[in-house]
């Protein structure tokens, strides 16, 4: 320790200790204090995240990135903290930043990458990355997440699809007599009055302390109370959060959660009742053994009419359900006794969670919240129609209700005439940071507007043009190598086999040279040529011409606009032949793959134009070439991958009709 402090008074005389100011005064800290001080700020954010206090974590982590921010742990570390703490853009900054770096050490740092982007909304990036983890090789197994990512792949071209077809409806943010800083949620309206509850506080808090959730009520026409009041403590219990209410048909029951914090994030929730006597809410009654199971949480209620028999829904995480927060229901009677609560069935309830249930009584329907099915980005609100005994498949409830957000607590008037729901989408307001803090949003529902139906054709003309532009790479002057052909007998699928088997020669032949940690980074990044461009541009051509097959035989004529490019090697003249000979060979796969399947759709009859149509652009160089033109310096101007990636055709249109 002598040794370690004569040495920071050394770097100090040097002046290469960095001062800081600290009562106005300027010291020189010794390497021995950053050490103790990270070592206590990364204990406080690891303790932080134990606790869900994701807020805090971000806190810590953030202080020792600014300290080294060259350090991969502690930026994958403030990454997590961030995604959780919902600090989207910042997340994805900083497991780029990571995974730029090593992409092996951090595989989840991918996948995590891809939900990001989801939740951005940029669907087509979101589903590069999925597609990227799902076919790493994973030094741990991870069953899940690679099954997640498979099936994530198809949501996110539906959910593009879904945003160029948005409902007919004007969705609008409730103002700020309803809407504050801190979260409002859980909103319904009956006939004179208007429902939610905040987050909201008459005070200031003081630090660290837990704000307590309330429940509103704005009444109608009250002249007296214009302003949303807290109801009184009968309900509104003073050391307990109060939430999620609801009242029955006959306006004389008030069913709400009472919750506390198990850690800084999640809550043991317990439903209560209150009846109205008097022209007044009567003290809270705990729900029985039947709602109310001990050890588990029961919140989110909601009274419905269902098969003309009055019942309770709820969300619960109770034993016999899918797994996470499931949404149940019970039937009851005048005198308040509840049946025991059904499930809602495999069709609503999956293995993670199911929140917010409501039914619109009118049409049969079931809304819930969910953060599985196919969804836009977080919690999504999807909708199930009751016929036969059962709840029927889950639909999405479309854009704009949903976003890359959490959309829960939808709830209908019961003229089915306006909905509301809350959400942290951007545009909320937020106390600190964006996408914080929940408000509550509301549409008008046109009746007279029936919603986009989108039809089959439809949807593969969309994931069509998804995929473009679409991209496929060749080795080094191939096909017909060294010759002046402008055609081709081979066809894409044998170059790109040929081309793959060089996998080996292309990392040995760019990592040549390099040592230890950079030799590593050279050869994943050929590694990541080969998979994540070589492969996956393969693997788009199998997708883009099983779409295409549905298209053609509904009658559409599709053009496919190709367009074919080199890296500087050779001269500009034979560039040219060369991009003509690989169009060649994409030519050729669509002449022979799928047992020929697009041949008659090629040729035309007289007079008229085929029904697929190809289109040549201008091809040769890159205009802007970062690879080598030096021959003899193979190692960048054939196997590095700047050259590899400037050796590619491109589907870059695809266009239907006329």
Request: positive net charge; contains cysteine; glycine residues 4%.
């Amino acid at each position: 320790m002598v040794q370690k402090e004569e040495f920071a008074r050394y770097l100090c005389k040097m002046k290469t200790c960095p001062f800081y100011i600290v009562f106005g005064f300027f010291v020189c800290l010794s390497p021995a204090f950053f050490a103790q001080s990270n070592y206590k700020l990364n204990k406080a954010g690891a303790l932080a995240m134990r606790e869900k206090n994701y807020e805090e974590a971000v806190h810590h982590f953030r202080k020792l990135y600014n300290r080294d921010s060259t350090n991969s742990n502690v930026t994958y570390a403030f990454a997590e903290a961030c995604r959780l703490n919902m600090e989207t853009e910042q997340a994805l900054h900083l497991y780029q930043k990571v995974l730029n770096k090593n992409t092996k050490k951090y595989p989840l740092g991918v996948y995590w990458t891809a939900q990001l982007y989801k939740q951005l909304m940029q669907y087509k990036e979101a589903g590069k990355w999925f597609t990227k983890f799902s076919k790493m090789k994973l030094k741990k197994d991870l069953p899940d997440y690679k099954k997640k990512a498979k099936q994530e792949i198809e949501v996110c071209e539906l959910a593009a699809i879904w945003m160029k077809n948005p409902l007919p409806i004007q969705i609008e943010r409730l103002d700020t007599s309803i809407n504050t800083r801190f979260s409002e949620y859980a909103a319904f309206s009956t006939n004179d009055a208007f429902y939610f509850s905040s987050l909201r506080s008459s005070k200031r808090p003081q630090e660290n302390e837990v704000p307590l959730s309330k429940i509103y009520v704005l009444e109608k026409n009250n002249k007296r109370k214009p302003k949303p009041y807290a109801l009184d403590t009968t309900v509104n219990a003073s050391y307990l959060h109060n939430a999620n209410a609801c009242i029955d048909e006959s306006g004389k029951r008030l069913v709400f959660s009472r919750c506390k914090n198990t850690n800084a994030s999640e809550y043991a929730c317990t439903l209560y009742q209150s009846d109205f006597v008097n022209n007044k809410w009567q003290s809270a009654i705990k729900l029985g053994d039947s709602i109310n199971v001990k050890g588990y949480s029961s919140t989110h209620p909601s009274f419905a009419v269902l098969n003309k028999q009055p019942v309770l829904f709820f969300s619960s995480n109770r034993p016999g359900g899918a797994g996470g927060m499931d949404i149940w229901y019970a039937e009851y009677t005048a005198d308040g006794t509840f049946s025991n609560p059904k499930n809602a069935g495999k069709n609503v309830n999956t293995n993670e969670n199911e929140i917010t249930p409501t039914l619109n009584d009118l049409e049969n329907t079931l809304y819930f919240s969910s953060t599985a099915h196919k969804n836009f980005g977080a919690f999504d609100v999807f909708k199930s129609v009751f016929k036969n005994g059962e709840f029927a498949e889950v639909n999405n409830a479309g854009y704009p209700i949903n976003s890359g957000y959490n959309d829960v607590y939808f709830t209908l008037n019961k003229e089915n005439s306006r909905a509301w729901f809350s959400s942290n989408r951007k545009g909320a307001n937020a106390e600190n940071k964006t996408s914080c803090c929940n408000d509550i949003f509301t549409y008008e529902i046109e009746k007279e507007k029936e919603l986009l139906k989108i039809d089959s054709v439809l949807i593969q003309k969309e994931k069509l043009k998804l995929l473009v532009p679409l991209t496929l790479y060749f080795h080094n002057d191939e096909p017909e190598p060294r010759t002046e052909l402008i055609v081709t007998e081979k066809s894409y699928p044998e170059t790109y086999l040929a081309y793959q088997e060089l996998f080996p020669l292309y990392q040995r032949s760019f990592s040549a040279g390099y040592k230890n940690e950079e030799k590593i980074k050279a050869q994943e990044k050929m590694e990541s040529f080969f998979r994540d461009s070589l492969e996956a541009g393969f693997d788009n051509l199998e997708k883009f011409s099983e779409l295409l097959m549905p298209v053609l035989k509904s009658g559409q004529r599709v053009r496919i606009t190709l367009k074919g490019y080199c890296s500087p090697l050779a001269s500009t003249g034979y560039n040219q032949k060369l991009a003509k000979r690989r169009i060649s060979s994409l030519r050729n796969y669509f002449d022979r793959t799928r047992n020929g399947y697009f041949k008659q759709y090629t040729v035309a009859e007289i007079g008229k134009l085929p029904q697929l149509e190809f289109v040549e652009e201008d091809i040769g160089e890159l205009p802007n070439s970062k690879a080598s033109d030096d021959f003899k310096d193979k190692r960048n101007s054939v196997y590095s991958p700047f050259a590899a990636s400037e050796r590619k055709i491109q589907i870059i249109a695809v266009s239907f009709g006329d």
